[in-house]
């Protein structure tokens, strides 16, 4: 566990180390669109998990919406705004301009690092 976290740390710092060498960014003007990316990143394991459990209580007279959902402490998540869409969003962006920018870069690493580090959580608990 402890290595693994290690290795998570590496990255993470990388990948930051990649971002403020290659851009002309500094951290302050990464930082939050960063740790945006980390939330959400988060959210939306909370909330798929909160899903699949939702989901099979769910029958044909009892529809799960967002209610349900903040009963459990989860931040509802419409399908537009989910991680995945996210990622969607920064291949566009990615093909629209044509030039390697590194924050497309930084993000496809941050994604692999947050996916390791959230699903390392879940199996832990």
């Known amino acids: 566990m402890l290595g693994d976290l290690q290795k998570i740390s590496n990255k993470l710092w990388a990948a930051a180390d990649q971002l403020h ?69 920064q291949d566009l962006c990615r093909t629209r301009s044509g030039n390697q920018h590194p924050l497309p870069n930084l993000l496809r690493n941050l994604t692999s690092i947050l996916v390791l580090f959230f699903t390392h959580q879940g199996s832990s608990k």
């Open 21 to 89: 060498a290659n851009s002309n960014l500094n951290s302050s003007q990464y930082s939050t669109p960063v740790l945006g990316f980390i939330f959400l990143k988060f959210a939306d394991c909370r909330f798929e998990k909160a899903k699949e459990e939702l989901e099979k209580k769910a029958s044909s007279r009892r529809t799960i919406g967002s209610a349900a959902y903040r009963a459990k402490g989860i931040l509802f998540l419409p399908d537009k705004a989910r991680f995945s869409e996210l990622l969607k969003l």
